[in-house]
């Protein structure tokens, strides 16, 4: 499919609060609980391949925070006097899908929104999990190559139509791979190497503007060039 990039509204992607596997990687083996190791054997040693752990405690005070960083973002929408409303996409992983609900309450709560509506209306993807790119587990002999683009076409779709904003909440693995693959969609004399480093609650937030890729806000995370501090790069067209 050819797609000539246009303008877009903006895309946050927005990595999940602290999980148990998040908290027992940085206890030492030693320390750990009987139950807390088996935990950490079955689970998080695989997390990436089947396992689902939640969120901790801290996790879901982080998202309750995460909630009123975004409150701004649907003032913006609500005193907006176009038709445009704001499109919300999940991993469909717990830790991910917790974060969501527990932010999104606080924003339902401090804007009297209704938060039942807003839930339902949550898409949730299995192409937004962490990727496996180790040919086992859930998503063995999967493309994940094809997967980013698949759900990186319906998040630009979404973003070109009357959606004023798009929250997508994901992992970090998956927001590298989405920011990796819109970059590779522009063509620029030196391409950098794009490392993104994203903490729990994590935000990174970039459009598509008059022909450039921008990024537009970053809270509690890093975006490093191999070569060079770009913050924008010239289209071209190509397969999306």
Do not use: W
């Amino acid at each position: 499919m050819m797609i000539k990039f246009g303008n877009t509204f903006p895309i946050t992607l927005i990595r999940h609060g602290e999980s148990e596997c998040n908290r027992l990687t940085t206890v030492p083996s030693e320390e750990r609980t009987d139950l807390e190791e088996d935990f950490y054997k079955k689970i998080c040693k695989s997390h990436l391949y089947g396992g689902d752990p939640p969120l901790t405690k801290e996790g879901r005070d982080q998202a309750s925070l995460l909630g009123e960083k975004l409150v701004p973002i649907f003032e913006e929408t609500i005193e907006s006097d176009s038709d445009s409303k704001i499109k919300i996409f999940s991993s469909d992983l717990e830790r991910a899908s917790q974060t969501a609900a527990i932010s999104l309450k606080k924003v339902c709560d401090t804007l009297n929104l209704n938060f039942e509506k807003m839930i339902s209306e949550i898409q949730y993807r299995s192409q937004l999990r962490a990727t496996v790119k180790h040919g086992s587990g859930r998503f063995s002999g999967v493309d994940f190559g094809n997967l980013i683009k698949e759900i990186g076409l319906e998040l630009y779709i979404s973003s070109r139509s009357h959606f004023r904003h798009i929250l997508v909440f994901c992992h970090v693995e998956t927001i590298q791979d989405l920011v990796t693959h819109f970059s590779n969609l522009y063509k620029i004399v030196e391409t950098p190497e794009i490392k993104i480093r994203v903490s729990n609650c994590g935000i990174v937030t970039f459009s598509l503007t008059a022909g450039m890729l921008t990024f537009e806000r970053l809270e509690k995370s890093t975006v490093q060039f191999e070569t060079m501090a770009l913050k924008r790069f010239k289209p071209f067209f190509g397969i999306f």
